[in-house]
T-cell receptor
Framework: NAGVTQTPKFQVLKTGQSMTLQCAQD?????MYWYRQDPGMGLRLIYYSASEGTTDKGEVPNGYNVSRLNKREFSLRLESAAPSQTSVYFC??????????????FGEGSWLTVV | GQQVMQIPQYQHVQEGEDFTTYCNSS?????IQWYKQRPGGHPVFLIQLVKSGEVKKQKRLTFQFGEAKKNSSLHITATQTTDVGTYFCAGKAGGYNKLIFGAGTRLAVHP
């Protein structure tokens, strides 16, 4: 039972390079999320997708784009990486947008360093 | 916008001592969730509180939701080394379709 799978686990980028973080869930969840985690900052929502075909900005969307490819997959793209985007990125999913309080399941994280 | 503040940022205790982390929101919450993240790991759901004044227990962990639904706490009795990690609260306020996480409290337990 894989749950939420994200790739790559580790990546080093040069400033200005682009890359896409991939995420897939096998729990048939409607909603998917991308968070970033920085020391002392907790988890900050970048983008979320309440259901297939929809995406919405979270707290810190600047510098990122997302694609909800289908119900299973939700990718995060950095078009022109900056050192400020060095962080740990977590993909997550839940059965619905958590206004009904459904549990969020997290992937194992992607460690991204921009030099 | 909605803010969720969590204190303390860091606490270290001797094994067997109690530990409490507090979560405060700038707005009334419809529910609050608690997550635990082990060092190097990912956040894992612990519990959800929905009702005003609600108290829930999981073995040595006690979770409370304030009467005004603007604050919450997690209390661990007689900590063990397995309790090490960062504890996050996450709240959802009416009208916001997303959870807002606190910055977390990192717990260190010395044997």
């Amino acid at each position: 039972n894989a749950g939420v799978t994200q790739t790559p686990k580790f990546q080093v980028l040069k400033t200005g390079q682009s890359m896409t973080l991939q995420c897939a869930q096998d729990m048939n969840h409607n909603s998917m999320y991308w968070y970033r985690q920085d020391p002392g900052m907790g988890l900050r929502l970048i983008y979320y997708s309440a259901s297939e075909g929809t995406t919405d900005k979270g707290e810190v969307p600047n510098g990122y784009n997302v694609s909800r490819l289908n119900k299973r997959e939700f990718s995060l793209r950095l078009e022109s990486a900056a050192p400020s985007q060095t962080s740990v990125y977590f993909c997550a999913s839940s059965t619905s947008v958590p206004n009904s309080g459904n549990t969020i399941y997290f992937g194992e994280g992607s460690w991204l360093t921009v030099v | 916008g909605q803010q969720v503040m969590q204190i303390p940022q860091y606490q270290h205790v001797q094994e067997g001592e109690d530990f409490t982390t507090y979560c405060n929101s700038s707005t009334t919450l419809s529910n609050i969730q608690w997550y635990k993240q082990r060092p190097g790991g990912h956040p894992v759901f612990l519990i959800q509180l929905v009702k005003s004044g609600e108290v829930k227990k999981q073995k040595r962990l006690t979770f409370q939701f304030g009467e005004a639904k603007k604050n919450s706490s997690l209390h661990i009795t007689a900590t063990q080394t397995t309790d090490v990690g960062t504890y996050f609260c996450a709240g959802k306020a009416g009208g916001y379709n997303k959870l807002i996480f606190g910055a977390g409290t990192r717990l260190a337990v010395h044997p």
